[in-house]
């Protein structure tokens, strides 16, 4: 299957696509065996997974396009994980393993700006509680003040209908 789709996409993507995937060459190497700019090859190369990805879900197939690519592909070589990377990342799971913090191994810049961050974010919650407690007072100072406006309209009206009851009931007399 895998083979049926790939002769069946077009040639600008197939070529970029076993260049890459199948072949283990870099982009860079890639772009100068097709005689094509870096970023054609990088973009036609994302196209080509892509298209490829949807015709091989027509399978019913769940597997991710480029797990199924590598597990074909003979000579694929295996991803270059940079030194500094490969370093750092052995430094913070030894310290994680032994159970320092992650002051151990991130920058005081780092830190410092996750500190800052983390108090910002305290800030924007602690200010949207305040304005909904003022909004709440508020609201509930104007219905108290309106509540016995409210009340005293109905009584007011009461007594003036009596008032007038009464004139009517001595007119009729």
Do not use: W
């Not at 480029?66 to 074909?72: E, G, T």
């Not at 994680?96 to 920058?107: H, K, M, N, Q, T």
């Not at 003036?160 to 009464?166: D, F, L």
């Amino acid at each position: 299957m895998l083979d049926q789709e790939l002769s069946r996409l077009p040639d600008k993507y197939r070529a970029v696509l076993v260049a890459c995937d199948l072949e283990g060459k870099t982009r860079h190497e890639a772009a100068e065996q097709l005689g094509l700019p870096e970023g054609t090859v990088a973009s036609r190369l994302a196209r080509a997974r892509a298209m490829l990805s949807k015709r091989l879900t027509k399978y019913s197939l769940a597997m991710n396009t480029n797990l199924l690519i590598a597990v074909f592909a003979e000579d694929a070589a295996p991803p270059e994980v940079p030194p500094s990377l490969l370093e750092s990342t052995i430094q913070a799971g030894t310290c994680l393993a032994i159970g320092d913090s992650a002051e151990a191994f991130v920058s005081n810049k780092v830190a410092s700006l996750t500190d800052a961050v983390v108090h910002g974010m305290a800030m924007a919650k602690l200010k949207i509680a305040v304005a909904t407690v003022l909004i709440l007072f508020v609201i509930g100072l104007g219905l108290t003040a309106l509540l016995p406006t409210v009340q005293a309209q109905p009584q007011a009206g009461r007594g003036q209908s009596r008032k007038r009851k009464r004139k009517r009931s001595i007119r009729r007399k």
